[in-house]
């Protein structure tokens, strides 16, 4: 059986979840679709500071339950599937794990993925090997974490794992950081040891420890780690976009030249990632999707 809605959100991170909640408010039929638990990498946030209206911050699980909780409000139906194929005639058709669904417009807010690794990494089912914070068991005392990476995401990570009890160390290519000062004050005021100038060359998994192997300029050496957090960057996740289109290049703001067709949050924002931004694009594309189906009407 195919199923009908006016509008198909393909994301359950901030900006599909604001469209959603939106939209539904509008008095839209809503459909959202999230291949992971709803809320996105901004579950991976230790915390969120630069959020207007949360001078205190506001930890990243926090804020993704309110903003599931507030689809909820408003009757969105989230769905945990993937969305594998996207298709558009007269309305657009997503074929999902759990089924086929069409709709007039849809939004892909589809995110990031992270950027690719140039070293070889191992095969199989690695539990102690993750890609951001959302992969860490929820207590790691008397665990050693290495977060690889210098960035805010990088330092966040690190935060997350301390937070959780870990014995935390950032291993930075560079020479120094690049996340902001505050943030790095943070990290080191929290324990973590920053070390710089290291390069990864190799991880070997067993069933017990991540087996690393690292060069300090000339100088090699090997340790024993308890789990490993590459965080060096990320890519938007534009392939059902150019599934649909066949454009390799993403648009820089929300509309497409696909009539019904459109994107928000990080996969058209380039370096300009906040949440704050991601939430309005989501609720612009809700007030675009009731514009374009009032005219058609």
Known sequence: MVERCQLAIVGGG?????AAIQAARDGLQVRLFSGEK???LVRAAHRLDNLPGFPDGIPGDILADRLVGQTKI????????TVEHVDHKELFRLRTTGGIIESDCLLLATGTLPAR????????NLNRLHRDARGLPPTLEGRR?????GGEAALDAALVAADRGAEVAVWIRGRAPKAPARLVEETEAAGIRLETGLKLVDVKESDEKLHVRLLHGDEESTRDLDHLVLSIGRIPDAKLYTDLTGEMVLPRDIA????????AGDLIRRRDRFVA?????????????????????
């Open 74 to 81: 408003f009757g969105v139906s989230i769905a945990c599937e």
């Open 38 to 40: 709803p809320g996105g």
């Open 117 to 124: 690794w140039s070293m070889p990494l191992p095969e199989g």
């Open 256 to 263: 497409t030249h696909i009539q019904g067709l459109f994107l």
């Open 277 to 297: 931004t991601a939430m309005g694009d989501g609720q612009r594309v809700a007030r675009n999707v009731l514009e374009f189906l009032e005219k058609k009407e």
């Open 145 to 149: 974490v290495v977060v690889v990476g």
């Open 14 to 18: 901030p900006a599909g979840l604001s």
